[in-house]
């Protein structure tokens, strides 16, 4: 192999090459496995041969990832010893090269402007402090870059193409022998992303699910055995954010898949081996369900006090079940659900997205795919009345209004009844409601096709 | 030299015990293309369309047919939306399903290229006082400290200022002009197939932008309204089906595309000493090619609209339901070219009802100015009655044979059987005004309206009661709306009415 690629790159070039030009796309990889997290984070383990002197030798590590997390690495072989890892990541520039020249001997070319001939001098760098001072037999002169061309007599050691990761290792025995190379590395990632198509008639959703991987670590990688974690390992502080209040109807399921796990985390294996390349988004299929039930709501969420001189959009709903009976019967990584409608030529059009945690077989979602056009609710402060000390009632209207061809049921979520004070009561209502928690009540209002209902509900409170 | 290369990739391809190489087919286009434009999401429904930066996306549906040899192959899709969002691309057609999908982002660049050649024979073209000379060299620095090289001669640096340059032998593999997506699929045997791909992408945007031309005296308009739909996209979609897609959609994340990330980053070559740094001398910048503004597209300005009125109607898009939302499709096919706007008639209703109305809000001692307000209702006895996507609203007033913008107001989407209303414009000759007398324990109020216009005008006062007030002793009657007592009142032609109430405060029980 060598030598076919030094007969490839046969040009007129110093001898004194330091490696062997790599042929194009070879890659210094051995045999690779890569396990991707969900939270930008990725397990590389690299199999490689290496032919060791016996005692102690540098090894470089070329094609390791350019996001790698150099305090991960650790190295196994039979026999090894590992002395020091090192991380080089002083990078040659030609400042650089400038500056690691000071003292040593370099050679200037002028050009003479009439007759094109070139005259060489030796001359030594004496500084390099903003400008480059240089010493010319007896001369000293400030080295104008722009007008003599420089040559220097070689690269200067330490300084790096890109940033290298060398362990010198002690071995007992001379020869070849496999050794594994584990490290983290950040830039690679994984989500899922769901292609669902909705019939609304049939009440029915066909699901794929899609696995994708994204590699922005710089590196390709050849041939890897690939295993994907669901789960976002070591960020237990991150979880901890604002989270917006969930729509009724999710619930987290009970039931295990059949699937391969790790701990906590189910794993997805990819079955081939396959290549990530750098800067690349590769899906590869893990889900296919047809005919899963589903069914479509409307809901509103009006917050306390809330009112509107217009009429607002409903959210639209899509209910599903990830249950074995009834629903895709599977586990659903984290990810992206897209719903896509047929219209009327019978073409797939989106209607809308949104994102799902790590979801177990057997639980329920409710997902916001949108606003509803034709389905609204105008809420309304009509009164607010002083009944003593602490006490006031408030009423308010609800107009829900449906200009489809249909009746819906259109599901208004009342909240703030907790905030500040806890004894708020529902003193009359027009439409039998639901407390579903101490801060909020829930009606489930029908409108009839292209018609209107109005809910009117009296609140007691302390204020 | 090409025997050489392949059979080094077959022997690493051996070494690393790949499995038999996939067969690349390209598909250059689609046979036929489909695309259904969303607007922006983020996007106040005041703030026009900026061509420049569009934020709104599309579903694209394109069928391709291809023909797949027997075994593996790779399908590369080529002429795709550079917006493509790959995570949503959908594949169906292919006999034996889909293995993988990939968007390739490593994109040929500058950088990418010198990068890539690390370590590999480049020549250096050098131009000194005239001359050219070219020598041959390997490049031994990274992108982030270009450029260092090794000569014949020794170690050196390529000149900053642009007096040599590098030349690289061949692009090296894996590096592609555009991100491209691809699939990967096994066929029994080779046959030619019929494949949709649809993918959401970026930068397309749409508006809905109405004309109303008041008439009789006010007491109806003209309404006219356009689709204006905008495609910033580098690719053109020929003989489109076209649709906009009214209505909210949720959208996660919100981000343009991550990929192509390799494109923008800066790459120049350093330079050796900071003397040299001083003393460079750059070319001129040349002037920043024009920008395709306005002028380069063929949008129409909506004033532009009055033609419908005039000679012939021109066709209008046709409306479905989707789901909860709403679809509107262009009935014929059109092309929806890269960087261009276009527009479509989306409705055209003579003499629809309206009323012109002045309102202003009553808070404490507070008035607001009144402002002129066009109120329709969206029923089909009222000349209306279909679902009208937001958007803005430009009124005119006939003048002699031609029509002047007496206002510009919005409206968000509303539904069939929804009373629509238009802000249009600040009053300047109805003025309300308010006086207050505290008399023992109760608050007279009085709220005084003037019109200084020749005609009467219809004028309406919502007024804001406070926590734990109520209004009495009105001298007139007052009506209710959105949980407000509300005053409507005709006021006459240079004259002025006045309304008296009392605010007392609800007694405790």
Redesign the interface.
Known sequence: MRWLALTLVAIPCAAEAQTAVPAPDQTAQGEVAVTIYNNNLALVQDRRTLSLAIGRTRQEFADVSASIRPETVTLNGAGLTVVEQNFDYDLLTPEKLMEKAIGRTITLVRTDPGTKAETREEARVLANNNGTVVQIGNRIEVLDASRVRVIFPSLPPNLRARPTLSVTLEAESGGARPVTLNYLSTGLGWKADYVTLFDEAAGKIDVQGWVTLTNNSGTTFNNAQTLLVAGAVGDANSQRGYRPRPIPGNSPGTETVNREQLGDFYVYPIAARTTIANAQQKQVSFLDVSGAPAAKAYFYRNNWLGASAQALSADTVLRFSTSRDGGLGDALPAGTVRVYMRDARGAPQFIGENNIGHTPMGSRLALKTGEAFDVKVQPTVEKREALGKDKWRTTMTYRFTNARPNPVVVELAQSGLDNWWHDTRIESESLPSERTSADEALWKVTVPANGEVTLTVAFLTRY | ?RP??A???L??AAL????ALAQPVTSPGPDSV?V?I?ADPDRWVDTPINPAWLRGYA?I?EKRTITIPKGRAVIRFEGVAGGIL?????VTGLPD???????????LSARSLYARS????VTIRRT??G?TVEE???????P?????L????????????GSEALIYD?V???LSAKPTLSVETEAAEARQVTVTL?Y?AWGFDWQANYVATMRDGGRSADLFAWVTLANGDVTSFADAAT?V?????????GGAP?????DGEPFE????????AR??QYAPMPEPAPMADSGERDAIAVTGMRMSLSASTPITVVR????????YRVPHRTTVAAQSQKQVALLNREAVPVDVIYRSYVSGNYVSPPELLLRAQNREARGLGL?LPRGKVAVFEPRGDTSLLIGEGSI??K????EVEVRVAQATQVHASKRLAVIGGRTDQALTVTNANPFPVRFEAGIVVN??IKIGGASARLGRK??RPLWAVQVPANGSVTLTYRTDP?R??
Do not use: W
């Open positions: 030299m050489i290369r059979l080094i990739a022997l690493s690393a015990g790949a499995p489909s259904a969303y579903l549906s790959p995570e949503s691309a959908i399903g889909v293995r993988e999908k990939n968007l390739d982002a490593d994109l690390l370590g590999r024979p000194r006082g001359r041959r060299a390997i490049i031994r620095s990274g982030d400290g270009a450029a260092v090794e000569t014949r001669e020794g170690i050196v640096a390529v000149d900053c200022r061949a090296p593999a894996g649809s959401l649709m897609v009214g209505g909210r959609v949720n959208r996660e994340g991550v990929s192509g990330l390799d070559f350093q330079c050796l000493s900071h003397v040299e003393e460079e479905e339901a989707l789901g909860d939302l709403q679809l679902p968000g989407d539904a069939v059987g929804e926590d734990g959105d949980g609800v405790r029980r």
